[in-house]
C-alpha cells in the first residue's frame, strides 16, 4: 500500500475537508492529560508519563487493526484500500513542502511580512523581526528536519506493521509535540512520550541522511559535503534525530543553518549545521523541497521492492 499511499499525498496533501486521525490524537492527548493531573499527584507524574504512550500510541494501534480486521471480513479490497488510505494520513510529504514554498512565493515578492506569517505558521521560534535570510533559514531547516517525522517514519512503519503501526508512530509524535517538553510543566509527564519518540525516529533519521546523500549526489549537489557534515556536526544538535537531516541538506546546499532563535523572547543558540560558503538565498527552499520528494520517492520505490521479493516476487497479481 506504500506507492498508494504516497501517491494520494502526492496528488490531494491534507484535505481540509477530510476528518485528520491527528486531530483525534490530540483530543485524546489533551483529555488524557487532564485527566492525569487531576487524578494522579505531582509527585507521581513521572510514573504517571508513562501511561501516555501506553494508551494514546497502544489504542492508535489497536483500533486501527481492530478496523481493518472487520473490513476485511467484509472485502479484503475494502480493507486494502482503507490501509492504504490511513497511511496516507500519516504522512505529510505534500503539506512540508507546500508550506515551505508558500514561504518562499513571499520571499520572491519580497513581502516579508507575509513570509514571516507563513513561516510562523510552521515554527516554534518567534518570526516577527526575521530578515529574509533568517526566514529562509528557518523554512530551509522545518523542511529538512521534518523530513524524518512527516514522511520516512510513517512510510517506515507502515513497511514494517501496515496501517496500524504507521498510526501508532503518528501518535507517539503528536505526543512528542504535545508534551514532549523540557520544562517544568512536562519534564515529569512528558518524559516518557519525549523518549519514545526519539526511539522510533532513531534508524529512520539516520535512513534519510544517507538518502539525502544519495539525493545531493543524484541532482548534482555537493553529496561528499553532504557526508561529512552529517558525520561532524549531526551531533552537535539537541535532537539525537534532527540533526542527521538538517547536517546533510546544509552540506549537499553548502550553506550554514542553526544559530540564534527566539522563543517567546528567549534568546537561544542552535548549534552550527554545515559550511557557510554562501548566503542563503530565497531558492535554497524549493531545492530542500526537492530534495525532500527524492527522499519519500526512492524510499516508497524501495520500501516496495523490499516487500516484493520478501513476498516471493510478484506471482501473486
Known sequence: MLPVAYLLDRLLGD?????????????????????????????????????????????????????????????????????????WTTIAAKGLRDAGMDV??????????????????????????????????????????????????????????????????????TLDSMVGYKNDKYIDLGWASARLDDIANFIPARLTALLLVAAAWTLRLDAARAWRTVRRDAPKHPSPNSGRPEAAVAGALGVRLGGKNSYRGVVSFRAYMGDKTRELEPQDIPRTAQLLFWVAGVFVLLGTALWIWRSGGIAWI
Open 104 to 173: 518562499h512565493g513571499h520571499l520572491l515578492r519580497g513581502d516579508l511580512p507575509g513570509a514571516r506569517r507563513s513561516l510562523g505558521m510552521i515554527v516554534g521560534r518567534d518570526t516577527a523581526h526575521l530578515d529574509a535570510p533568517e526566514i529562509t533559514r528557518g523554512a530551509v531547516e522545518t523542511v529538512a528536519e521534518n523530513i524524518v517525522d512527516a514522511v520516512v517514519s510513517p512510510l517506515f512503519f507502515a513497511l514494517l506493521g501496515g496501517a496500524p503501526l504507521a498510526m501508532a508512530y503518528r501518535a507517539v509524535n
Open 15 to 87: 484535505p481540509r475537508w477530510l476528518p485528520h486521525p491527528v486531530v483525534g490524537m490530540g483530543k485524546a492527548v489533551a483529555a488524557l492529560e487532564a485527566a492525569l493531573r487531576r487524578l494522579v499527584p505531582p509527585r507521581r507524574y513521572r510514573a504517571a508519563g508513562v501511561l501516555l504512550p501506553l494508551l494514546v500510541a497502544g489504542g492508535s494501534f489497536a483500533l486501527t487493526w481492530a478496523a481493518l480486521r472487520l473490513l476485511a471480513q467484509v472485502s479484503p479490497w475494502l480493507a486494502a484500500l482503507a490501509e492504504a488510505a490511513l497511511i
